[in-house]
């Protein structure tokens, strides 16, 4: 049979528990590591962060308004569908490049919204993003 847990036993039990949730979710202390320890825990990071997918462009300055898109840049050649998506994912308007109006950096098309939108996704003809990017709604 084993022993009874001493009261001195389940204070430092508690105490370690009590220790362990203050300071257990929090980053290690950089200074703990040296430089090297440090790179090769980022690359480690980023690794599986990215997991070997290609990462799409970012769209530069993208300003929303109803029925209006305009962007600090054009939009590159293969692109073919430009859409707007809610946090989860889900679309909330797709149009075909071919069909917007407008110069090249101010796409006007009438399915163009802003309610719900906080994620704009540009895909190639093989419907690969290609470009993702956090419109200014305006």
Known sequence: ???PPQSSDLANAIGGLTEFLRHGSQRPDPREFDPEQLRIQRDFRDLLAGLG?????????????????????????AAQQIGGYMRDRK?????????????PTDLQHAKIVTRDVVRLRVFDSS??????????II
Not at 127 to 136: A, F, K, Q
């Open 91 to 103: 679309k909330v308007w797709l149009v075909d490049v071919a069909t917007v109006t407008g110069t």
């Open 1 to 3: 049979m084993s022993n």
């Open 127 to 136: 419907g690969r993003e290609i470009l993702i990017g956090v419109p200014t």
């Open 53 to 77: 997918r290609d990462r799409p462009d970012r769209l530069v300055n993208p300003v929303l308004s109803a029925g209006r898109l305009r962007l600090g840049a054009p939009l590159p050649a």
